[in-house]
């Protein structure tokens, strides 16, 4: 029976599995206080008579929503698959996922058959990895009931990873080679004005319930979608099809004239109307119905929402009050570390004012540079081949910093990770941010985990927590690769660490506790933090981007209490570089369930 895996995390947000949007900025806070593990896979079917049968079915199910999902967006078809032929898989009409009127009462039956079908298999006679993929599955359809009981609350358009910004990029990224393709680039930019009419349709929902965006959401995201309505802002991706059918040797110079006309009218009809229709609109509801400027701390319903949503987002099992509990711990923790080495190095307040990362300037040069230090310290990189691309100027004001963008199942040589020139991002460190973008972050942990021959279902599913966890763990990791004072280094990173334990704790005052703007001011103030338009700019970036930040810091966390638990199971034994393979090769998912997979582990390195 062929299901399809839906997720509000998954599919609604076009770019969660495709993009990789990273390194937030936190530039605002300035805080400073007063050897491989073995693998399997769902293919490893037991040669036994009684669980052979349940092992094959089990497979065909994995096989048939690995299907269903690739094929339910051709931008996810496109940019997931380089070779569909050899999945034995043709493209889909060209669609993109809507807010149709059923659209998420469909989602939660579809995620009830999911579970249901789930259950029909019995659990013990699955493969270890078939029951790995098992539990995953069954948590993520767990968080998507409770997200889809409480939908109203999902906002599409946020300001640092909404649907608004990440199309563009999507597009840019979309392959044309041949006609075929170019074709479907035409008709998916005809689909825009309907795509965005869906979306329209659900934020008038949004307004009618009292919980359409805040106030400075609205006015971030419309001068977003201003920008892009703008010749300087659509005007790049037309230039960009231009220059790519014209580099296709597989057309004449007549069928290229033709196609890119065809692309510029479709862009400059759809994708530029449409954002001009996207601004109308969002007028019209914020003249009607006004704005929710409490965030998810609204109600009941909007809080269990913002409960799901964290749970989603993080992968962590704790309850909110526990993630407050450990976020304050790890606070203290980060202020006591820092005022050890201040206090015992008087002068390095200034070294942190005057340090030297290498190769600041030369993106290529420093992924090299960590590529070659991590060896001791992690497995050896299955793939080294990478590419370091700009962020276009018309979308530097409102794209992350950096982010990699997820290649193609079957060609995960072709890794690119863009670089945001943006001003705003000038004050910046590049070295931490290409490790938690390179290596050993997304591209080096994506990669690897491909290496050891997944299920393809496992490419496509959306475990934030891990993956954002992972490349926030090794990026203050990084700084001690950069032939900096000991002392230095610790505190840069501390620095980091305490800064998105800030983020996190008033992401969780503003949704859980219904935090005001006084509030965060009074919080920070603790801090040292006394600026006001610096407390403003985080509240309001807080607000209109709930769990953004919880999945790095908390998914960081989570990590940093599996390594510290490791260590004391394993005394003289353990191995940084063993840990690093065990969470490398258990791959992507939620942390209970890497725990679990950490205890067996550790009993077989202690028989060992």
Same mark, same amino acid.
């Given at each position: 029976?062929?299901?399809?895996?839906?997720?509000?995390?998954?599919? @609604?947000?076009?770019?969660?599995?495709?993009? +990789?949007?990273?390194?937030?900025?936190?530039? /605002? %806070?300035?805080?400073?206080?007063?050897?491989?593990?073995?693998?399997?896979?769902?293919?490893?079917?037991?040669?036994?008579?009684?669980?052979?049968?349940?092992? $094959?079915?089990?497979?065909?199910?994995?096989?048939?929503?690995?299907?269903?999902?690739?094929?339910?967006? *051709?931008?996810?078809?496109? @940019?997931?698959?380089? =070779?569909?032929?050899?999945?034995?898989?043709? &493209?889909? $009409?060209?669609?993109?996922?809507?807010?149709?009127?059923?659209?998420?009462?469909? *989602?939660?039956?579809?995620?009830?058959?999911?579970?249901? *079908?789930?259950?029909?298999?019995?659990?013990?006679?699955?493969?270890?990895?078939?029951?790995?993929?098992? =539990?995953?599955?069954?948590?993520?359809?767990?968080?998507?009931?409770?997200?889809?009981?409480?939908? !109203?609350?999902?906002?599409?358009?946020?300001?640092?990873?909404?649907?608004?910004?990440?199309?563009?990029?999507?597009?840019?990224?979309?392959?044309?080679?041949?006609?075929?393709?170019?074709?479907?680039?035409?008709?998916?930019?005809?689909?825009?004005?309907?795509?965005?009419?869906?979306?329209?349709?659900? #934020?008038? #929902?949004?307004?009618?319930?009292?919980?359409?965006?805040?106030?400075?959401?609205?006015?971030?995201?419309?001068?977003?979608?201003?920008?892009?309505?703008?010749?300087?802002?659509?005007?790049?991706?037309?230039?960009?099809? $231009?220059?790519?059918?014209?580099?296709? =040797?597989?057309?004449?110079?007549?069928?290229?004239?033709?196609?890119?006309?065809?692309?510029?009218?479709?862009?400059?009809?759809?994708?530029? #109307?449409?954002?001009?229709? @996207?601004?109308?609109?969002?007028?019209?509801?914020?003249?009607?119905?006004?704005?929710?400027?409490?965030?998810?701390?609204?109600?009941?319903?909007?809080?269990?929402?913002?409960?799901?949503?964290?749970?989603?987002?993080?992968?962590?099992?704790?309850?909110?009050?526990?993630? !407050?509990?450990?976020?304050?711990?790890?606070?203290?923790?980060?202020?006591?570390?820092?005022?050890? %080495?201040?206090?015992?190095?008087?002068?390095?307040?200034?070294?942190?004012?005057?340090?030297?990362?290498?190769?600041?300037?030369?993106?290529?040069?420093?992924?090299?540079?960590?590529?070659?230090?991590?060896?001791?310290?992690?497995?050896?990189?299955?793939?080294?081949?990478?590419?370091?691309?700009?962020?276009?100027? &018309?979308?530097?004001?409102?794209?992350?910093?950096?982010? +990699?963008?997820?290649?193609?199942?079957?060609?995960?040589?072709?890794?690119?990770?863009? !670089?945001?020139?943006?001003?705003?991002?000038?004050?910046?460190?590049?070295?931490?941010?290409?490790?938690?973008?390179?290596?050993?972050?997304?591209?080096?942990?994506?990669?690897?985990?491909?290496?050891?021959?997944?299920?393809?279902?496992?490419?496509?599913?959306?475990?934030?927590?891990?993956?954002?966890?992972?490349?926030?763990?090794?990026?203050?990791?990084?700084?001690?690769?950069?032939?900096?004072?000991? /002392?230095?280094?610790?505190?840069?990173?501390?620095?980091?660490?305490?800064?998105? &334990?800030?983020?996190?704790?008033?992401?969780?005052?503003?949704?859980?506790?219904?935090?005001? @703007?006084?509030?965060?001011?009074?919080?920070?103030?603790?801090?040292?933090?006394?600026?006001?338009?610096?407390?403003?700019?985080?509240?309001?970036?807080?607000? =209109?981007?709930?769990? !953004?930040?919880?999945?790095?810091?908390?998914?960081?966390?989570?990590?940093?209490?599996?390594?510290?638990?490791?260590?004391?199971?394993?005394?003289?034994?353990?191995?940084?570089?063993?840990?690093?393979?065990?969470?490398?090769?258990?791959?992507?998912?939620?942390?209970?369930?890497?725990?679990?997979?950490?205890?067996?582990?550790?009993?077989?390195?202690?028989?060992?």
């Amino acid at each position: 029976m062929k299901q399809k895996l839906l997720s509000l995390l998954l599919c @609604l947000v076009l770019t969660t599995t495709l993009i +990789y949007g990273c390194r937030q900025d936190n530039s /605002n %806070i300035n805080s400073k206080p007063e050897t491989t593990t073995e693998t399997t896979t769902s293919g490893n079917i037991s040669t036994d008579d009684d669980n052979y049968p349940v092992q $094959e079915a089990f497979n065909e199910f994995l096989d048939d929503c690995f299907e269903s999902l690739i094929t339910s967006s *051709t931008f996810t078809f496109r @940019l997931r698959l380089h =070779d569909p032929d050899s999945f034995g898989l043709s &493209a889909p $009409e060209v669609c993109i996922d809507t807010f149709s009127d059923t659209y998420f009462t469909d *989602t939660m039956n579809e995620s009830t058959i999911l579970k249901d *079908t789930l259950a029909g298999f019995e659990y013990a006679s699955l493969t270890s990895e078939q029951q790995l993929i098992y =539990d995953i599955l069954e948590d993520i359809v767990e968080c998507d009931l409770l997200l889809c009981k409480n939908y !109203i609350y999902y906002e599409p358009l946020t300001t640092m990873s909404g649907i608004q910004n990440q199309l563009p990029v999507l597009f840019s990224e979309l392959p044309l080679t041949d006609e075929e393709t170019i074709i479907e680039c035409i008709n998916l930019l005809n689909t825009i004005p309907d795509y965005f009419q869906t979306i329209i349709n659900f #934020e008038n #929902e949004k307004g009618k319930a009292g919980c359409f965006m805040s106030e400075n959401a609205y006015n971030d995201i419309v001068k977003q979608c201003n920008t892009l309505a703008s010749p300087s802002g659509y005007g790049f991706l037309q230039k960009h099809f $231009e220059n790519t059918v014209n580099s296709l =040797d597989c057309l004449d110079d007549t069928k290229k004239a033709s196609y890119v006309s065809q692309l510029k009218d479709a862009v400059a009809d759809n994708f530029m #109307e449409g954002y001009t229709y @996207l601004t109308d609109e969002l007028d019209i509801i914020s003249t009607r119905y006004g704005h929710n400027n409490e965030g998810l701390s609204l109600n009941d319903k909007s809080i269990s929402y913002y409960e799901a949503l964290v749970k989603s987002y993080t992968g962590s099992s704790k309850t909110i009050e526990e993630l !407050i509990s450990a976020v304050d711990k790890a606070l203290e923790n980060d202020i006591y570390n820092m005022q050890v %080495i201040l206090l015992s190095n008087p002068d390095i307040s200034d070294s942190m004012e005057n340090y030297t990362l290498p190769y600041e300037d030369d993106p290529n040069a420093a992924l090299n540079y960590l590529k070659e230090e991590i060896t001791e310290t992690f497995p050896k990189a299955p793939v080294d081949s990478f590419t370091v691309e700009n962020v276009d100027k &018309a979308l530097e004001d409102f794209l992350s910093p950096a982010f +990699y963008l997820i290649p193609a199942i079957d060609d995960m040589n072709t890794n690119i990770i863009f !670089i945001n020139n943006s001003s705003s991002y000038g004050d910046m460190d590049l070295f931490p941010t290409l490790a938690h973008e390179g290596f050993p972050g997304h591209l080096y942990q994506t990669t690897y985990f491909a290496a050891t021959n997944p299920h393809p279902i496992r490419h496509l599913l959306n475990l934030g927590g891990y993956v954002e966890g992972w490349a926030k763990y090794v990026e203050l990791y990084s700084y001690s690769l950069c032939n900096l004072d000991e /002392n230095l280094a610790s505190l840069l990173a501390l620095n980091q660490s305490y800064s998105f &334990a800030l983020y996190s704790r008033i992401d969780m005052g503003i949704h859980y506790e219904g935090w005001g @703007l006084q509030d965060v001011k009074k919080f920070l103030l603790d801090y040292g933090i006394t600026d006001s338009a610096t407390s403003l700019s985080i509240y309001n970036t807080l607000l =209109d981007n709930p769990g !953004i930040y919880l999945q790095y810091y908390i998914g960081y966390l989570e990590i940093c209490q599996l390594r510290d638990y490791a260590k004391s199971a394993l005394g003289d034994n353990f191995s940084l570089l063993g840990f690093h393979a065990f969470i490398l090769n258990a791959g992507p998912c939620q942390f209970d369930i890497l725990r679990d997979k950490m205890d067996v582990w550790i009993e077989k390195q202690t028989d060992n």
